[in-house]
């Protein structure tokens, strides 16, 4: 019976570190976790040039820095990076009236969302560079469950 509680009770930091959302979580921080990061003045966010990104269904934050934009048939791929964490990108397109949101998901360090909008399908892949930067992937393509779109990491 001992062996199934330690099993049971060494688990539960496991699920705790591993998903889900914390409505108590202050904006911007999961468990205090992203403070252990790099500062932001460290890691530079605008090392590599800026480069336009006219995308159709691209939406993202304000003040996001796109790096790289390609084209592989129906779906275009966008770097970039943004001085938000990855809870704090969550939370703008959860807030945004302007875009159908389908899914989001977050893990402290890193945060997917999945929206809608004129006509296309956009999934985001948001991650912790610095304390407070994050590295945006997002993948535009045809509204259609079959688009070729990346999954979702966690379950």
Do not use: K, W
């Not at 509680?5 to 992203?34: N, W, Y």
């Not at 252990?36 to 605008?46: A, E, T």
């Not at 480069?51 to 269904?57: F, L, N, T, Y």
């Not at 943004?82 to 899914?103: C, F, S």
Request: glycine share 10%.
């Amino acid at each position: 019976m001992r062996l199934r509680v330690f099993a049971v009770a060494a688990t539960i930091p496991l699920l705790v570190a591993c998903g889900g959302t914390d409505a108590a979580q202050p904006s911007g921080r999961g468990p205090g976790m992203l403070a252990n990061l790099p500062s932001c003045d460290r890691v530079p966010l605008d090392a590599e040039p800026r480069v336009d990104a006219e995308v159709v269904g691209l939406v993202l934050p304000d003040g996001a820095r796109v790096t790289s934009v390609v084209e592989q048939g129906a779906l275009t791929t966008v770097e970039a990076t943004v001085r938000m964490t990855p809870l704090d990108v969550r939370a703008h397109y959860e807030g945004r009236a302007d875009i159908e949101l389908l899914r989001v998901e977050d893990e402290v360090f890193e945060a997917e969302v999945l929206t809608r909008t004129q006509q296309r399908r956009m999934y985001l892949r948001a991650g912790a560079l610095c304390a407070d930067g994050t590295t945006l992937t997002a993948v535009v393509g045809p509204d259609s469950e079959d688009a070729g779109l990346p999954e979702f990491q966690s379950g």
